[in-house]
């Protein structure tokens, strides 16, 4: 296509854009629209010539590449225009909407938003009313927890990689857009816990960390949402000092800021079961025994219902390497090792929101990780 045809044609484009131009089917342009868009093309007619001669040639080459069609019906003019033209598709056509799921009442008027509603959308959607439709356990939970119950069970996993964490993202339309209504049709509420950095105990003032009681042990948990249900179902009587969350990479180097002054004497940690997950607590321990440190220790009864109550689902990292597997499960205790280690190694995971609120409260199983 030659430069001055190409240029036409963008211009073209853009009058079709001002009438809400939809890529994937053709639309219509009025002569006097053609004309308008012609006389934006930049030395459109460098020789001087009769312009509509200029047009005509240019339309007809636009014709010939298939970008646009002319109408038959043209001007009487000496110099005979299309009174208009189709501009082409550009892109695809959509794919129709796949057949809608069988409503669940809860969220029914959904019907309404099928056709217009993204495939991520749809996605969502559709484990949504599955899991409405599994007649499930209406225990009002932290949304983490409920979105890894329903895009974890019910959810593609292509879709939902890190289903806990769909909800963080998925925030458009008429349910995911509307956290009232979202938190009333999967009966969820928001929680908001501390915020800790890599020198929590030493730097960090109050409300970054959790001190829960007068005890010498320290839980730290991976997550935020486990973070609260454990806190707000602690037993009478536990000794615990503090619960913190979300060190992340920094725990190795944030257990070199705990003194004798804090008390602590043995640290419990509790994750996700995958790669990363494990190999935090692991790097941390190996630090903890080479400076004399407090023990870090797997939470032995929640990693326990953890690989009970747990949907394994696709890691983000590949599987793990023969050798690897038994050497980070080597830190949890002996009954839970080839299990784990065999998660490791399929390149599957466990997320902790798996052992959440609903659970904690209703059973004292695990209080002896934090007694």
Do not use: C
């Amino acid at each position: 296509m030659k430069h001055r045809e190409s240029e036409l044609l963008r211009s073209l484009h853009t009058e079709a854009e001002k009438k809400n131009w939809k890529k994937d089917r053709r639309t219509r342009l009025g002569l006097e629209e053609v004309w308008a868009a012609f006389r934006r093309v930049p030395h459109r007619n460098p020789q001087g010539e009769y312009e509509p001669l200029v047009l005509a040639r240019h339309l007809h080459a636009l014709e010939q590449s298939k970008h646009i069609a002319q109408f038959k019906q043209r001007t009487q003019d000496k110099i005979s225009l299309p009174v208009g033209i189709w501009i082409e598709p550009t892109a695809a056509p959509k794919s129709p909407a796949p057949p809608m799921p069988a409503w669940h009442p809860d969220i029914y008027w959904l019907a309404d938003e099928w056709e217009t509603a993204t495939a991520k959308q749809r996605a969502g959607y559709t484990a949504v009313n599955a899991w409405l439709m599994s007649a499930p356990d209406l225990f009002r939970v932290p949304q983490r927890e409920r979105a890894l119950e329903i895009f974890g069970r019910y959810g593609d996993e292509d879709d939902f990689l890190m289903p806990e964490k769909t909800l963080d993202s998925l925030r458009s339309g008429p349910l995911f857009g509307d956290p009232t209504r979202l938190h009333h049709v999967l009966r969820t509420f928001t929680t908001h816990p501390p915020l800790l950095t890599e020198h929590f105990i030493e730097e960090v003032g109050d409300g970054y960390y959790q001190r829960i009681g007068a005890g010498d042990l320290l839980l730290v948990v991976e997550n935020s949402a486990t973070w609260w249900s454990i806190v707000n179902t602690l037993p009478a009587g536990h000794r615990l000092g503090y619960v913190a969350w979300g060190l992340g990479g920094t725990f190795r180097a944030s257990i070199n800021t705990l003194a004798a002054k804090h008390a602590v004497t043995e640290i419990r940690y509790f994750g996700d079961l995958d790669l990363s997950g494990l190999r935090i607590p692991h790097a941390a321990a190996h630090t903890a025994r080479q400076r004399g440190l407090p023990a870090v220790m797997p939470a032995k009864r929640l990693y326990t219902a953890l690989l009970h109550l747990g949907l394994p689902r696709k890691a983000k990292e590949p599987p793990a390497a023969e050798q690897e597997a038994p050497e980070l499960t080597d830190w949890l205790p002996g009954p839970l090792r080839p299990k784990a280690a065999r998660l490791l190694r399929q390149g599957r995971r466990l997320a902790q929101e798996w052992v959440g609120y609903r659970y904690l409260s209703r059973t004292d199983d695990w209080h002896s990780d934090v007694i």
